[in-house]
């Protein structure tokens, strides 16, 4: 009968982690203001014994899903004995209590990373792992005060779980939270590092240099992260859509808006000891970010399409725990800015303002997504009515200000630090620059569609402009002493992510301008049309699934003579546990173009309401995304990271924190 | 003034004229796509603007939901128990759509007060009301009991 007591281990455990989490905050704050060198010591085994109780926590909470303990409370209101294991086991972080479990797990994941690396003097470590102990302090009493996972069921004990959403029995969804959460949470080293470079006074170059490949690394796993997440909504939800500007998009959108700013400021503040002061305030407003978009998800403050559980208590706590954390950490800044000053001087012309107009741009569409995302919250707060802000608002924003950044993208590779002569940036970008006006601007459009439109030739003139640019850059380094061998991984790497990102202009622009949407009344044996290829529906049935019934449909795709192309064979499936629809998609993919075919509703015996999407190069927006995530974590492994400090960690903090 | 400074204000002076076109841009596409949300029985008094986008919401009457028989048309009213609204659509209805159901519908309203809808929103949970369903159906005294406890119970994450 000992399993039964896991939980009761598993919740022992997690107040243990909090016991050590304060230890980890408090030894050092207090040893570096009585300047007590050993109790700054005390940092390092306390993070470490944090993560081995939240490990232990987690571990124990993923048994009793495995063990289907629906005395549980969290176990059998997202579980069932009917489940399969694999999703037994991401229904862990299934729903809330877990998926805070998970964030705080990762949390110590990163910690333990931290305090391994060696290169770090030992005040600012002592005092970075004690912010980081602050925050898993906070959200450690949020989770056992708020949200305890292994609260019990006592003592009518349910015979079988309530199942877990069918939303997210999907190997795309058992992936995302965790890659999201390791992008929100590795924020949290950056921030800790600003902030200890702030108290500590030590704001030299060093500093940027210890958090780059942190923040790259955070940023690769935020960004594969949301793109999980879209290519899942694409699929999974069934509405063949890529992005809705829903609300908890946006607070995901948010950090990595200003985490793609914070990777470029760092580069400034370590190559040229500029803009130090506004580098460590986006490292704190990006974590402040990460913070707030968890705020609004948990707290069920918004009105998204994402039904999350109203809980004011949960709110109110996160909301005081985001204030604190902003608060106090503004405040530091307020008192130790004012010291910082820059010596260095740069040209108009110069990568440094290349860059520093990417960091404007990227802060403004921050502000824009952000106002966007809070208004509504703010109006009804406000009794000034119940809104909502419409996708045209974000997308007549949004776009024009990332095709300003599109040009910054191509312009700051090519350029020089400090300053440049208008003749040589002349000469690097003219050849780009014309090929993808006249390619671009000019004749691609009408190649491809036969007519021109505006939309569609600015969005291929910026695919190319950067793509072209990052070429010219790579090529421009090949011809060094040591050839296309002498690169370093750092220049691949932001070729990658300049590309990656070129693609994902490249799908955005071909999905949102020549995709086309079609609902349509499907009846057996009637062909409908839709982008020059006739759709038949064949015939409709039913099936049995193992936790699940399911209408069926088979639809053939046919080209304009007639040949069979591809044949659909879209569900509608019903989850018995919880009475829940759900649409199965079938999809045609390929490069150049997905067709996909939903089920609808059910209109009489012989005919269904169908989606017939046609969306062209939809995919390389997930490509792209995951090429420039990947590119981030070639960068990280750079030889300079490693070079000089030979110890360092974060290169190989950069593997072990995977596992975390 | 030194070539230095005159470089940063020439620097800030850019950022100022960014950050103002931003912000009259912003607030400009702000209040253009801004959906107010009404309740039927606000609809009904004339409280709502015709031809513009707004939200409307409320409990599917039941047996009212009648479908053109040749394409996806269909017609359904919404009530808060007070008033009706009659909702017209012609694309695919979300999954969770049933009579009974709470739900939010985007569009405008036409000269007979019927919305002509170009969105209809049910939730992913079958227990989960629509905060502002949930708000009118209470303003018009009129919350289905145990509504709320359901929703908790049954949450579902992203």
Same mark, same amino acid.
């Given at each position: 009968?000992?399993?039964?007591?896991?939980?009761?281990?598993?919740?022992?455990?997690?107040?243990?982690?909090?016991?050590?989490?304060?230890?980890? +905050?408090?030894?050092?704050?207090?040893?570096?203001?009585?300047?007590?060198?050993?109790?700054?010591?005390?940092?390092?085994?306390?993070?470490?014994?944090?993560?081995?109780?939240?490990?232990?926590?987690?571990?124990?909470?993923? #048994?009793?899903?495995?063990?289907?303990?629906?005395?549980?409370?969290?176990?059998?209101?997202? #579980?069932?004995? +009917?489940?399969?294991?694999?999703?037994?086991?991401?229904?862990?972080?299934?729903?809330?209590?877990?998926?805070?479990?998970?964030?705080?797990?990762?949390?110590?994941?990163?910690?333990?990373?931290?305090?391994?690396?060696?290169?770090?003097?030992?005040?600012?470590?002592?005092?970075?792992?004690?912010?980081?102990?602050?925050?898993?302090?906070?959200?450690?009493?949020?989770?056992?005060?708020?949200?305890?996972?292994?609260?019990?069921?006592?003592?009518?004990?349910?015979?079988?779980?309530?199942?877990?959403?069918?939303?997210?029995?999907?190997?795309?969804?058992?992936?995302?939270?965790?890659?999201?959460?390791?992008?929100?949470?590795?924020?949290?080293?950056?921030?800790?590092?600003?902030?200890?470079?702030?108290? #500590?006074?030590?704001?030299?170059?060093?500093?940027?240099?210890?958090?780059?490949?942190?923040?790259?690394?955070?940023?690769?796993?935020?960004? $594969?992260?949301? &793109?999980?997440?879209?290519?899942?909504?694409?699929?999974?939800?069934?509405?063949?859509?890529?992005?809705?500007?829903?609300?908890?998009?946006?607070?995901?959108?948010?950090?990595?808006?200003?985490?793609?700013?914070?990777?470029?400021?760092?580069?400034?503040?370590?190559?040229?000891?500029?803009?130090?002061?506004?580098?460590?305030?986006?490292?704190?407003?990006?974590?402040?970010?990460?913070?707030?978009?968890?705020?609004?998800?948990?707290?069920?403050?918004?009105?998204?399409?994402?039904?999350? &559980?109203?809980?004011?208590?949960?709110?109110?706590?996160?909301?005081?725990?985001?204030?604190?954390?902003?608060?106090?950490?503004?405040?530091? /800044?307020?008192?130790?800015?004012?010291?910082?000053?820059?010596?260095? &001087?740069?040209?108009?012309?110069?990568?440094?303002?290349?860059?520093?107009?990417?960091?404007?741009?990227?802060?403004?569409?921050?502000?824009?997504?952000?106002?966007?995302?809070?208004?509504?919250?703010?109006?009804?707060?406000?009794?000034?009515?119940?809104?909502?802000?419409?996708?045209?608002?974000?997308?007549?924003?949004?776009?024009?200000?990332?095709?300003?950044?599109?040009?910054?993208?191509?312009?700051?590779?090519?350029?020089?630090?400090?300053?440049?002569?208008?003749?040589?940036?002349?000469?690097?970008?003219?050849? $780009?620059?014309?090929?993808?006006?006249?390619?671009?601007?000019?004749?691609?459009?009408?190649?491809?569609?036969?007519?021109?439109?505006? $939309?569609?030739?600015?969005?291929?003139?910026?695919?190319?402009?950067?793509?072209?640019?990052?070429?010219?850059?790579?090529?421009?380094?090949?011809?060094?002493?040591?050839?296309?061998?002498?690169?370093?991984?750092?220049?691949?790497?932001?070729?990658?992510?300049?590309?990656?990102?070129?693609?994902?202009?490249?799908?955005?622009?071909?999905?949102?301008?020549?995709?086309?949407?079609?609902?349509?009344?499907?009846?057996?044996?009637?062909?409908?049309?839709?982008?020059?290829?006739?759709?038949?529906?064949?015939?409709?049935?039913?099936? @049995?699934?193992?936790?699940?019934?399911?209408?069926?449909?088979?639809?053939?795709?046919?080209?304009?003579?007639?040949?069979?192309?591809?044949?659909?064979?879209?569900?509608?499936?019903?989850?018995?546990?919880?009475?829940?629809?759900?649409?199965?998609?079938?999809?045609?993919?390929?490069?150049?173009?997905?067709?996909?075919?939903?089920?609808?509703?059910?209109?009489?015996? @012989?005919?269904? &309401?169908?989606?017939?999407?046609?969306?062209?190069?939809?995919?390389?927006?997930?490509?792209?995304?995951?090429? +420039?995530?990947?590119?981030?974590?070639?960068?990280?492994?750079?030889?300079? /990271?490693?070079?000089?400090?030979?110890?360092?960690?974060?290169?190989?903090?950069?593997?072990?924190? @995977?596992?975390? | 003034?030194?070539?230095?400074?005159?470089?940063?204000?020439?620097?800030?002076?850019?950022?100022?004229?960014?950050?103002?076109?931003?912000?009259?841009?912003?607030?400009?596409?702000? %209040?253009?796509?801004?959906?107010?949300?009404?309740?039927?029985?606000?609809?009904?008094?004339?409280?709502?603007?015709?031809?513009?986008?707004?939200?409307?919401?409320?409990?599917?009457?039941?047996?009212?939901?009648?479908?053109?028989?040749?394409?996806?048309?269909?017609?359904?009213?919404?009530?808060?128990?007070?008033?009706?609204?009659?909702?017209?659509?012609?694309?695919?209805?979300?999954?969770?759509?049933?009579?009974?159901?709470?739900?939010?519908?985007?569009?405008?309203?036409?000269?007979?007060?019927?919305?002509?809808?170009?969105?209809?929103?049910?939730?992913?949970?079958?227990?989960?009301?629509?905060?502002?369903?949930?708000?009118?159906?209470?303003?018009?005294?009129?919350?289905?009991?145990?509504?709320?406890? %359901?929703?908790?119970?049954?949450?579902?994450?992203?």
């Amino acid at each position: 009968m000992d399993i039964l007591y896991l939980p009761e281990l598993g919740h022992f455990a997690l107040i243990l982690a909090l016991v050590m989490a304060s230890v980890q +905050a408090i030894f050092p704050l207090a040893g570096s203001l009585t300047r007590q060198p050993l109790w700054l010591a005390y940092a390092q085994p306390a993070a470490w014994a944090q993560f081995v109780f939240l490990g232990i926590s987690f571990l124990l909470l993923a #048994s009793s899903f495995l063990l289907d303990d629906f005395s549980v409370v969290y176990v059998a209101n997202n #579980s069932n004995s +009917a489940l399969p294991w694999f999703y037994k086991l991401s229904a862990v972080w299934g729903a809330h209590e877990g998926s805070l479990l998970l964030w705080l797990l990762l949390l110590a994941g990163w910690t333990f990373a931290v305090s391994l690396s060696k290169g770090l003097p030992a005040d600012v470590l002592g005092r970075a792992l004690s912010v980081l102990g602050f925050v898993s302090v906070g959200m450690l009493l949020f989770v056992i005060l708020t949200s305890n996972p292994f609260d019990r069921y006592l003592p009518r004990i349910p015979t079988d779980g309530a199942d877990l959403n069918p939303l997210l029995q999907d190997p795309g969804l058992a992936f995302h939270p965790p890659l999201l959460y390791m992008g929100y949470v590795g924020f949290a080293v950056t921030f800790a590092f600003a902030l200890a470079a702030l108290w #500590s006074g030590k704001l030299d170059t060093a500093w940027a240099r210890w958090s780059r490949p942190w923040t790259s690394v955070a940023w690769a796993f935020l960004t $594969a992260g949301i &793109a999980l997440g879209s290519w899942w909504a694409y699929y999974e939800l069934g509405w063949g859509g890529w992005w809705f500007w829903d609300p908890v998009e946006n607070a995901s959108l948010l950090p990595w808006l200003l985490g793609t700013a914070l990777m470029h400021s760092l580069a400034v503040t370590e190559k040229r000891g500029l803009f130090k002061s506004w580098t460590l305030l986006l490292a704190i407003a990006t974590f402040s970010t990460s913070l707030l978009g968890f705020f609004l998800v948990r707290s069920g403050v918004l009105n998204s399409v994402h039904a999350f &559980a109203n809980d004011p208590d949960r709110g109110l706590f996160l909301l005081l725990l985001l204030g604190l954390t902003i608060g106090l950490s503004l405040l530091i /800044y307020a008192l130790r800015v004012p010291n910082l000053k820059a010596k260095a &001087a740069y040209s108009l012309l110069s990568r440094d303002v290349f860059l520093l107009a990417n960091n404007v741009l990227l802060v403004v569409a921050t502000l824009t997504v952000l106002l966007g995302t809070i208004y509504p919250l703010l109006m009804d707060a406000l009794n000034q009515g119940k809104i909502s802000v419409g996708p045209p608002y974000f997308n007549a924003l949004f776009v024009p200000q990332m095709l300003l950044l599109g040009i910054f993208m191509g312009l700051g590779p090519l350029s020089d630090w400090k300053s440049m002569q208008w003749s040589k940036l002349k000469r690097k970008i003219w050849l $780009a620059g014309l090929l993808s006006l006249l390619l671009g601007f000019a004749i691609l459009p009408w190649i491809y569609d036969g007519s021109w439109s505006l $939309a569609v030739a600015l969005g291929l003139t910026l695919f190319l402009w950067i793509a072209t640019t990052s070429i010219r850059d790579i090529w421009e380094a090949s011809r060094g002493k040591k050839g296309w061998k002498g690169i370093s991984r750092s220049r691949w790497g932001m070729m990658g992510g300049h590309l990656g990102a070129a693609l994902i202009v490249l799908g955005v622009t071909m999905v949102s301008n020549y995709g086309e949407e079609r609902d349509v009344r499907m009846a057996v044996g009637e062909p409908v049309s839709v982008k020059g290829y006739e759709f038949t529906l064949v015939s409709l049935g039913q099936r @049995q699934g193992p936790n699940f019934t399911a209408d069926t449909a088979v639809v053939e795709m046919r080209s304009d003579e007639g040949k069979l192309l591809k044949t659909f064979t879209p569900e509608k499936r019903l989850y018995q546990v919880r009475g829940m629809p759900m649409t199965q998609v079938s999809i045609d993919w390929g490069p150049l173009r997905d067709v996909y075919v939903a089920m609808g509703e059910s209109l009489d015996d @012989q005919a269904y &309401a169908m989606r017939i999407h046609y969306k062209p190069f939809v995919r390389w927006i997930w490509w792209g995304g995951f090429i +420039a995530a990947f590119s981030a974590l070639l960068a990280v492994t750079d030889r300079r /990271y490693r070079i000089r400090v030979p110890e360092t960690a974060p290169a190989e903090a950069g593997t072990s924190r @995977q596992q975390g | 003034m030194t070539p230095k400074r005159k470089k940063k204000l020439w620097i800030l002076g850019l950022m100022l004229a960014g950050v103002s076109v931003t912000v009259g841009l912003t607030l400009f596409a702000l %209040s253009s796509n801004i959906n107010l949300f009404f309740t039927p029985t606000q609809i009904q008094a004339g409280e709502a603007p015709e031809n513009r986008q707004i939200r409307a919401g409320g409990m599917v009457v039941e047996g009212s939901v009648k479908r053109d028989p040749d394409s996806l048309r269909v017609r359904f009213a919404v009530t808060d128990s007070n008033a009706q609204v009659w909702i017209n659509y012609d694309k695919i209805l979300p999954d969770l759509f049933r009579e009974g159901q709470g739900i939010v519908a985007v569009g405008e309203l036409n000269a007979d007060r019927e919305l002509i809808a170009s969105e209809v929103l049910a939730k992913h949970d079958e227990n989960y009301m629509p905060p502002e369903v949930a708000e009118a159906l209470e303003a018009a005294g009129k919350l289905p009991s145990g509504s709320q406890e %359901s929703s908790e119970a049954t949450e579902a994450t992203y």
